[in-house]
């Protein structure tokens, strides 16, 4: 690696993946940090790992961590010295490349690589992982301050959606919060409470959906949110950070039909899956829009359907989380609600 750091010394490895162990790959960046070297320091999560034990066993989700670890490794090759940080998390230390650009095109190189991969032995898994990445000395000069920032990248990757790679710039990230379990629940909490205060409190119902509709793309950076009918798409927003302007009804019925009876909500983390069952004219047009992924939340009460909460990401296919698809269910329920007791149709409004 041409580092005197890994010269003449007895460095652990890890058990399970061969990798530096974080003693290690952490002293590493204080060697760096001491020595003045300019360097960037990542952290990469696999996405959604918890399902992975919970659905498939630790056995397979040993063998998870060690395949990503060897694909990272092989990715970043003598760019990037890899280290397992712990539990499902790596630490990546690359020496000499800080420029945006450069690491810019490293990561996304490097990404692609482990996107949506499917491990041997386990063919039902898509991998995906989520990169969170700050740099010395031009983001902060000591180690624990730039771990803080790598660790805000990786927190705005997660609330973005997962599967992405974000550089800390101070211009956007620096006012970033980090949250504990104990606050996500909280939130969790205060974000439902919301729902129904704001469609009890709009003096018409389609004040209440559409001041919804911005709190919900606001919070979980949707793209594109709406309710989509089988003939028509209302109340439509789209995020100021959306990749297009492009927000149309959907009119093939793929997606309404295949919303799940009990949940009440069917997603796709990658529209390009559609070519796979034979679903291109539905492709096409999400291509048209920009849609790399997309969810349906049914608005529902006594089994009267009123239509569906429609949510598009257009930066990138979005691994879709358990607790955005509960908010977005309690909305669609919520709304269902709202145009029961007052006697409206989504159309009337």
């Given at each position: ?71 990272l ?6 760019r990037?010295?890899v ?16 420029e ?19 491990p ?89 959906i ?47 039909e ?28 999400c ?63």
């Amino acid at each position: 690696m041409g580092d005197e750091f890994f010269s003449n010394k007895d460095l652990k490895t890890d058990f399970l993946t061969g990798l530096y162990t974080r003693d290690v790959i952490v002293d590493y960046a204080k060697h760096l940090i001491d020595t003045g070297a300019e360097f960037s320091l990542g952290l990469i999560d696999i996405d959604n790992f918890k399902n992975v034990n919970d659905n498939y066993g630790h056995t397979i989700g040993d063998h998870v961590i060690s395949f990503l670890a060897n694909r990272l490794k092989e990715s970043f090759g003598d760019r990037g010295v890899v280290g397992r940080f712990g539990g499902d998390e790596f630490m990546v230390v690359i020496k000499g490349i800080t420029e945006y650009d450069a690491i810019w095109s490293l990561l996304r190189e490097v990404h692609k690589s482990i996107d949506g991969v499917t491990p041997p032995g386990a063919q039902n898994l898509y991998l995906t992982c989520t990169f969170g990445l700050s740099r010395f000395p031009l983001d902060a000069d000591d180690y624990d301050s730039l771990f803080e920032l790598t660790d805000k990248a990786l927190y705005r990757g997660k609330i973005k959606g997962r599967n992405c790679f974000i550089i800390y710039l101070e211009s956007k990230h620096k006012n970033i919060q980090l949250h504990s379990a104990d606050d996500t629940t909280i939130s969790s909490m205060q974000m439902h409470t919301q729902i129904f205060r704001f469609l009890n409190s709009a003096p018409h119902v389609q004040d209440g959906i559409m001041d919804l509709l911005l709190f919900l793309g606001s919070n979980l950076m949707i793209d594109h949110l709406g309710v989509q009918t089988k003939k028509d798409l209302y109340f439509s927003q789209i995020h100021t950070l959306s990749n297009t302007e492009e927000f149309k009804s959907i009119t093939n019925p793929f997606f309404m039909e295949n919303v799940s009876p009990s949940m009440g909500v069917y997603y796709l983390n990658d529209t390009n899956n559609l070519e796979n069952i034979n679903q291109n004219e539905l492709l096409e047009e999400c291509k048209a829009q920009g849609i790399k992924s997309s969810l349906y939340a049914r608005i529902c009460y006594n089994d009267e359907v009123y239509g569906y909460i429609r949510a598009d990401s257009t930066s990138t296919a979005r691994i879709w989380q358990y607790k955005d698809m509960d908010l977005l269910i309690t909305a669609a329920n919520a709304i269902a609600m709202s145009l029961h007791y007052q006697n409206k149709k989504i159309e009337e409004l």
